[in-house]
Each structure stands twice: as structure tokens, then as C-alpha cells.
């Protein structure tokens, strides 16, 4: 950690920290991440384990069962592990691990596809976009295909579009020094019939407000993207975008932010960082971190 950061780290109070963790609440609506009218309602915390802390929280519905995948941060390996949680009754519960590799891994994308299960975790350590296919849902997934490889990409997400293929947004890092690094939002097309994925946009995030957070949402005809505010610190807050079918990153409209001080956990607490945000089937998660 070079100095600056560390003096930027001390101004936002993350000299000391806790390690990443999930909550939930319920949620009927997306009033939470666009209007932050239920700020006073509290996220109950999901207890990290002895073995592993939790991140990444993505929500996915099915047949009327609902499951949280997570990133599981291994404390003795000291790399993350791909985890999933049953939901029932709005409660996570029942979790274990489903993949486990030489290299980090986390923000475990789940889609369907032709009534198969598929998932585009982020394995940027690796230098892969990597599809997985679940052989039993949820446990046990095959490594499929590596869809791209060679450079690092964060925490890919992907939609799906009218005529059978998916967009995939992704977030490109180019070197690894603070000072020279440098960021692109990118958008691949992906046939999933012939396994060709296509780069067909690429936006230069300079400001580090653009990397992707979670699952797209719509409300009244409006579609929404959540990404991670970068700026000075990982995971200073999400932004909501009001986007389009074109996902035109500078056209993009900024319509709201969820911030660690706009959340109450159920201990009382304030988190101070954040940097995923899903919701689905009457349950909304958060990841954060809190001052020591």
C-alpha cells in the first residue's frame, strides 16, 4: 500500500476496519436503493463463519425458490471461495461451498439458459471470464469454457437479450500500479449456440464510478444499473444509473446513491464502505464494511 493511499485511507476511516460481511432485509420494491426512503429500517446481518467471510451477495430466483450466492473469503488459504445460501422464508440459511480453485474468485453471476444453469464468476486473478454449468443445482458446477483470457476482468454481469443472447458487462484493469492504472467498462455479446462472445463497446472509467454491482433492475418501464463508486477507496458506494437497452455509459444518468451512512445494520451500526447490491424475491442484500 503506497502512501497515498494509505493517507487517503486514514481520511475515510479505514485505517482499521472489519472484514467484509452480508445483510438482508425484506423489500417489496426497489423504494431502498432509489429513494432510500427505508433508511431507518435496519439490514440484519448474515454472520460471517470462523472459516470464511462473506461478499459479493447475488440474489437468484427460480420455480419460487430463491438462492444467495456468495463470494467465501477463506481466512486459512487467504482467497475467495464461491459459496450459496438456500433463502427461505426470507432468511439465508444452509451454506456451503460449490467451488473451490488455485486462484481467487468471487461475484458469482448465475443465470439460465435453455433450462440449464450457468454462472460468470469474477476470476480476474486468473485472467479469465470463465463459464461454469451446473451439473446438480445449486452445488456442483463444471468448468465449462473460457470465454476470454489474458487480461483481468471484474465482475462481469450479464444480461439477457430479446433474440437469445447475452450482454455481458465487465470491468477491464490495465496494470496494477495506483498511479498508472487505468479502468474500461466494456460490453461483449455472447451467443451461448456457438460459445462466441464479440466486444462491441468499451468506455474508459476514469473517474472509477462505472464497475459493475449487481443485477440490472426495472421499475415503470425504466432500466437501472448499480455500480461501484471507486473514487478514492473499493467500495465507497453504489451508484444507480438510469440506463438503456444500449447501456451508453456516458449518456447514463446518475439517479441515486446508497451510502454506508444511509444503512443501519441490526446492531446498530453504520457501515462505511459497500460495493454489491441484489434483490430478488422479496429480499435485499447488501455487502459492507464497518470502523473497528
Known amino acids: 500500500m503506497n502512501l497515498y493511499y494509505s493517507r487517503i485511507c486514514r481520511k475515510l476511516g479505514l485505517a482499521k476496519t472489519t472484514v467484509w460481511g452480508i445483510a438482508y432485509r425484506k423489500a417489496t420494491n426497489f423504494d431502498g436503493i432509489l429513494t432510500n426512503k427505508r433508511k431507518e429500517e435496519p439490514f440484519e446481518i448474515l454472520p460471517n463463519t470462523d472459516e470464511f467471510w462473506f461478499a459479493d451477495p447475488l440474489l437468484f430466483e427460480d420455480n419460487g425458490k430463491i438462492w444467495l450466492f456468495v463470494e467465501a473469503y ?4 487467504h482467497k475467495g471461495e464461491l459459496g450459496v445460501f438456500d ?30 444453469y450457468y454462472m460468470i464468476p469474477e476470476t480476474g486473478a486468473a485472467k479469465e471470464i470463465v463459464l461454469y ?11 465449462e469454457r473460457v470465454l476470454l483470457s489474458g487480461e483481468v476482468y471484474r465482475d462481469t454481469t450479464v444480461i439477457s437479450n430479446q433474440d437469445g443472447t447475452f450482454t455481458l458487462l465487465t470491468y477491464r484493469q ?38 459493475p454491482a449487481g443485477s440490472l433492475f426495472s421499475v415503470d418501464g425504466e432500466i437501472y444499473r448499480v455500480a461501484q463508486k471507486c473514487s478514492r477507496a473499493y467500495g465507497e458506494s453504489i451508484f444507480v444509473y438510469k440506463t438503456s437497452k444500449n447501456f451508453d455509459f456516458i449518456k447514463d444518468k446518475k439517479v441515486a446513491e446508497l451510502t454506508g451512512q444511509s444503512i443501519v445494520l441490526s446492531d446498530g451500526r453504520k457501515p462505511i ?17 464497518c470502523s473497528l
Open 133 to 143: 454449468k451446473a451439473t446438480s443445482f445449486p452445488e456442483v458446477w463444471k468448468r
Open 174 to 211: 490495465v496494470g496494477t500500479n495506483s498511479f498508472t492504472v487505468k479502468y474500461y467498462v466494456e460490453k461483449f455479446i455472447l451467443d451461448m449456440n456457438t460459445m462466441k462472445i464479440i466486444r462491441v463497446d468499451e468506455y474508459r472509467d476514469k473517474k472509477k464510478i462505472n464497475r
Open 273 to 289: 464502505l459497500l460495493h454489491t447490491y441484489s434483490q430478488a424475491g422479496g429480499i435485499e442484500v447488501i455487502d459492507y464494511r
Open 87 to 116: 433463502v427461505i422464508d426470507k432468511t439465508p440459511q444452509n451454506f456451503r461451498i460449490i467451488i473451490a480453485t488455485p486462484t481467487h474468485m468471487s461475484y458469482p453471476f448465475v443465470y439460465k439458459y435453455n433450462g440449464e
Open 74 to 77: 477463506n481466512y486459512a488459504t
